[in-house]
Nanobody, 121 residues
Framework: QVQLMESGGGLVQAGGSLRLSCAPS????????MGWYRQSPGKKRELVAV???????DVSDSVKGRFTISRENANNTVWLQMNNLYPEDTARYYC???????????????WGQGTQVTVSA
């Protein structure tokens, strides 16, 4: 069953912006770590950004200065604001939530089915 639900993906021209949202599909316990990963055909899953319940965050160098992650602890909701999009940002974006970073990287915890982001040149 889908535990998290992503939304906000779509088709956008290079230089445009999108805002992705992720929230539980039902009532769940809070998770310390929430983050976004992306994957394109033929490529390995890539960590985009993570944020902890205390607001500590880390963003991949490939998107630093363009993407911003934020969260609302009360609802286990996380957002990814994507600005100045490049064609190389094209991927399916997945939202995850776990108690630890190790668990998140292992694919444990709560996950959604992903939302497609396509950036045209």
């Amino acid at each position: 069953q889908v535990q998290l639900m992503e939304s906000g993906g779509g088709l956008v021209q290079a230089g445009g912006s999108l805002r992705l949202s992720c929230a539980p599909s039902g009532s769940v316990n809070s998770r310390n770590i929430m983050g976004w990963y992306r994957q394109s055909p033929g490529k390995k899953r890539e960590l985009v950004a993570v944020i902890s319940s205390d607001g500590t965050m880390d963003v991949s160098d490939s998107v630093k200065g363009r993407f911003t992650i934020s969260r609302e602890n009360a609802n286990n909701t996380v957002w990814l604001q994507m600005n100045n999009l490049y064609p190389e940002d094209t991927a399916r974006y997945y939202c995850g939530a776990a108690h630890t970073m190790v668990a998140l990287n292992n694919g444990d915890g709560l996950w959604g089915q992903g939302t497609q982001v396509t950036v045209s040149a």
